[in-house]
């Protein structure tokens, strides 16, 4: 359901291979939110949590890394953006998430859906022009 499809591509194959990466866990969450056969989904959840908090802190390194080597204009901006993604997934409550979990799994889709469209549509593909 989730890829990277060609109007998400910024030109640069390094990101292009990491937002690639995104689109997967995308499509983990995807699954596991439409999955009906596991009733506890809460250490699912959490592992994606987590795994998400990983790539992205290694992936916004490596992108800002790029905008710095090319010294890129609106920088700063995307640093604020990467650092209130990283907030929102570190604010995320484990008891809340336990307590309803399929809401959990929905709010947590949608998020990192609305992130991957807006941030890579109306920032990222900027880093190019």
Known sequence: MYELKDEYLVGIESIDNEHRVLFEIA???YQLCINEFVPDKYDNIAALIQRLK???EMHFDHEEAYMESIQYKRMFTQKVQHDNFKRKLEAMDLEVIDDNQ???IQDLLKFVTDWL???ILETDKRITE
Do not use: G, K, M, S
């Open 117 to 119: 469209v807006e941030h």
């Open 102 to 104: 399929d809401q959990a």
């Open 27 to 29: 499509d983990e969450i």
């Open 54 to 56: 990983d790539y992205t």
